[in-house]
């Protein structure tokens, strides 16, 4: 299956997906990195790794609707399958939804329906929660909303630093989003 690997970010997650893919652990084609931050350290683990990097940004386009159909035409050119969101942090409404329905799948790194937005780890730590996790799920129209695919839960250790947490969280997905392709690749989902 083409999957392309959407991020914004560090890109830890698309770094252990794309090592899934290079080990045989995940049978997926990755077809591109997609970017929106020109900056962003994900773009270098991807030519790094020999991947085409698509830097799409949003100020380059007069609405976001003309961002969306400029990714879609990219995606639909490389025959790309399945969207898979790895830190991604824009909201996905118009043409990418319409193209891709059932199609996108997103991390996020809390137990959804709790803590849903851009820093899921940070808010679940402020709360004082004893248990958060992580949370695979097909996107739909809302913010972290869509049907679930999958949960790892995780017990936090009270004397634990934010940073702490965030290694704990961030092994997990890095463990659990491969696997989870996986299983959508097979038709599990
Ligand atoms: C990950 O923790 C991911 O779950 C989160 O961004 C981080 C990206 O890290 N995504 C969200 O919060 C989406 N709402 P990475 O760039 O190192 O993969």
Excluded at 39 to 57: C, D, M, N, Q, S
Aim: one cysteine or more; proline letters at 5%; aromatic letters at 8%.
């Amino acid at each position: 299956m083409k999957i392309a690997l959407f991020a914004s970010g560090n890109g830890t997650n698309v770094e252990s997906i794309i090592r899934s893919v290079e080990t045989g652990q995940l049978t997926a084609e990755i077809s591109g990195i997609y970017c929106d931050v020109a900056t962003a350290k994900v773009i270098g683990r991807g030519k790094k790794h020999g991947y085409p990097v698509y830097v799409f940004l949003p100020s380059d386009y007069q609405s976001r609707r003309a961002f969306e159909e400029a990714i879609v035409d990219q995606l639909q050119q490389d025959q790309v399958e399945l969207v898979v969101l790895a830190g991604y942090m824009r909201i996905i409404r118009y043409a990418l939804l319409d193209h891709y329905t059932n199609k996108i799948v997103n991390i996020h790194p809390a137990l959804l329906p709790q803590f849903p937005g851009k820093q899921g780890i940070k808010d679940a730590y402020v709360a004082g929660v004893t248990e958060t996790g992580v949370t695979v799920h097909w996107v739909d129209r809302g913010v972290d909303t869509g049907p679930i695919i999958a949960q790892e839960p995780l017990k936090v250790d009270p004397n634990w630093e934010l940073a702490e947490l965030e290694a704990e969280i961030h092994a997990i997905e890095h463990r659990l989003y491969p696997a989870v392709l996986q299983s959508i690749i097979e038709g599990s989902h």
